[in-house]
């Protein structure tokens, strides 16, 4: 059988959404950035919000997202994209506005303006990248890396007398009135992924219909270069270590907490 | 004819400016001594006048991201601060420069370092003429010495800041911000619809139309070369800006020995010495600079072909724009500096016995 007679449009299961440019992406094979990138714009073209969508891309490994994004894109200073978001919101109320943060970015440097802008209820999707590191700078300790993990800034092991504890950000500003939904998936697997895309088209969805508050899905992701593991490795490490710290499942839903643990 | 009279302080008129220059938002944080500008605002509830958004954020960082998103979208944004806070939204000036974005803010400097104090100072000048923040850039700085210019420069801002998709500073200080003045208010001029924002700046961030190119905002180039390529291009902006937006007040210099140069409060305080100069029978004049980037080098360079014996830089610093005085004059006359600072302002006395002393006697 030729080419042409297998890629016939009524043969078509799954193609890639026109939302993606062609750009090869710039992360390292196996991480949980380019099909995280992938699910959310599945998510609006399948939601039908590309004309009205504006993205803000961080500082990090995906700092080039408005290269692979196919939308108007605005890059913000490393941990600002809250505020950034916020500004372009309070102009533009009536497009859809999200950011996109790893956890350096979003719960280090962007705490302040990350718990604001969630306490403020801004209607905007933040989507939070977990991976427990920080990925682009070279594999250095993040808030988020877990108790006795080790990175470049903790070679032995994060020793929490010495440099503190991780912090659950998510969990923290899922107490806050102005987020109306909070959840926390995974990308590693065809289920978590579907899992994971249910949770944004809701973030998504929240917004559109103009719920009030602020939607936040975080994504608990691999580095596997970070944590020099393989990208097997990596996806077992974190089932094995990080999901029992950063339990997965929604935590607020329409305004209201689940499940209080 | 005639617009509308009103007894206002300095702060105030920025504010009021703002919503008749039809901003589209203003993002800010309280800081002594410009806290008038958002509570101004606030009181006014332009929500309701004109649509345009004031919002109270976080922190300075935070009100100038705000600014950067929505100036990246297309929309007319304002904020202010004093010192402290300026310094903090340094960086996201100089990622406004980088992604060239419109902008006005105001400064209505404190005395520093540091916390400092709350009297006026024109310490400021430095981080506002050679970049402020990290990397080669420059932004435009308008200079008012009075509460009507505090007004008319907000207006004149934005125009200038869309021209170039630029931030405009108007770099005021605590004398003039808190200080009332009569001041006749420009006509309103009604905020862009959002239509009008997507036609006239198709650069700006507004949702990507199908088929067409998306935009992004951006000062990021991980190329080397094309990074240079985009500071060249902001270079050749700058001194574009250096030949056409000049803007300076020459007030007796048609026949001055002696000028001095000054800006702002200090401008008013060294008109006045000139007086006290003229009556003692030397023959002083002042040029009163508008723009502080761009500087009015060309303008001095002409007083001191016309024979020029001396200059005084008068400013309330340690020495700072008098810099840029010596750079513009070339050694062609003498140049000295006399400023108090930390918040002391100096009298007009003090401002001519410096002339008579580093320059004329000395
Ligand atoms: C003001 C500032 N400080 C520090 C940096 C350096 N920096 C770049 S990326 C980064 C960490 C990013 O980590 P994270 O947000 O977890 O994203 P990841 O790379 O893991 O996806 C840091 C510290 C910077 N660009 N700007
Ligand atoms: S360094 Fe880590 S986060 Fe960055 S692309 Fe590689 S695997 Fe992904």
Redesign the interface.
């Known amino acids: 059988m030729s080419f042409e007679e297998i890629v016939k449009p009524e043969n078509l299961v799954y193609k890639k959404t026109e939302l993606l440019t062609d750009k090869p992406l710039s992360y390292c094979p196996g991480c949980g950035h380019g099909t995280a990138h992938r699910v959310i714009m599945e998510v609006i073209e399948e939601l039908g919000l590309e004309e009205d969508t504006i993205g803000v891309a961080p500082v990090g490994c995906s700092v080039l997202a408005y290269e692979f994004m196919n939308i108007d894109m605005t890059q913000a200073a490393h941990g600002r994209a809250p505020a950034v978001a916020t500004g372009i919101k309070r102009v533009w109320p009536d497009k859809i506005v999200f950011t996109y943060q790893g956890d350096g970015d979003l719960a280090a440097i962007g705490t302040s303006e990350t718990i604001h802008a969630c306490n403020r209820g801004e209607n905007i999707v933040i989507i939070f990248i977990n991976n427990g590191i920080y990925g682009m700078t070279g594999g250095q300790m993040a808030p988020t890396t877990l108790p006795g993990m080790k990175s470049s800034t903790s070679p032995y092991g994060r020793d929490t007398h010495l440099m503190g504890n991780p912090l659950k950000i998510t969990e923290l500003v899922a107490q806050l009135p102005g987020t109306y939904f909070v959840s926390r998936q995974a990308v590693h697997t065809p289920a978590a992924v579907r899992r994971a895309k249910k949770a944004i088209k809701k973030a998504f969805e929240n917004q559109r219909d103009k719920k009030p508050g602020l939607s936040f899905v975080e994504i608990v992701s691999n580095c596997n270069s970070g944590w020099k593991m393989t990208p097997n490795d990596a996806n077992k490490w974190m089932e094995e270590n990080m999901f029992p710290f950063y339990p997965l499942g929604d935590i607020k839903v329409d305004g209201n907490l689940i499940n209080a643990k | 004819m005639m617009g509308e009279l009103r007894l206002m302080k300095g702060n105030e008129a920025l504010a009021e400016a703002a919503i008749r220059a039809g901003a ?2 203003y ?1 800010g944080y309280p800081i002594t001594p410009q806290s008038e500008v958002i509570e101004y605002l606030m009181a006014e509830k332009p929500w309701e006048r004109t649509g345009m ?1 004031v ?1 109270q ?3 300075e ?3 100038i ?9 297309g ?1 007319k ?1 304002m904020t202010t601060s004093s010192s402290p806070g300026i310094s903090l939204k340094q ?2 000036l100089s ?1 406004i420069a980088g ?1 060239e974005l419109p902008c006005v803010y105001a400064n209505v400097v404190r005395g520093g370092p540091g916390l400092g104090t709350i009297q006026p100072s024109q310490a400021d000048y430095f981080q506002s003429v050679k970049g402020g923040g990290h990397g080669d850039y420059r932004q435009i700085v308008l200079a008012p010495a009075s509460v009507q210019e505090m007004a008319d420069f907000v207006k004149l801002g934005f125009d200038l800041a869309f021209k170039y998709r630029i931030a405009v500073l108007i770099l005021s200080d605590g004398i003039i911000g808190q200080m009332m003045e009569k001041v006749e208010l420009f006509d309103p001029i009604p905020r862009l619809t ?1 239509q009008e924002v997507i036609e006239r700046y198709p650069w700006a ?6 088929g067409t190119q ?7 180039d ?1 190329e080397a070369h094309e990074m240079e390529k985009h500071n060249k291009h902001l270079q050749e902006k700058y001194r574009l800006i250096e030949q056409n937006e000049v803007r300076y007040e020459a007030i007796q210099c048609e026949d001055a020995e002696y000028i001095f140069v000054a800006y702002g409060s200090s401008a008013r305080i060294a008109q006045k010495a000139v007086q006290l100069a003229r009556k003692k029978g030397i023959r002083a004049g002042l040029v009163r600079l508008i723009t502080l980037f761009p500087f009015p080098s060309k303008a001095l360079q002409e007083y001191c072909k016309k024979g020029v014996k001396g200059w005084l830089a008068v400013e309330m610093s340690a020495g700072q724009m008098v810099e840029d005085v010596m750079l513009a004059v070339k050694g062609c006359a003498k140049v000295e500096h006399f400023g108090r600072f930390g918040g002391v302002v100096h009298t007009p006395e003090e401002v001519l016995q410096a002339m008579e002393e580093k320059i004329i006697g000395g």
């Open positions: 589209d938002a993002f958004v919002l954020a976080e922190s960082v935070a009100a991201n705000m600014v950067y998103g929505a100036a990246g979208a929309k944004v960086e996201g990622y992604a959002d961030t507004t949702g990507k139309k199908k998306r935009r992004i905002i951006t000062s990021l991980l």
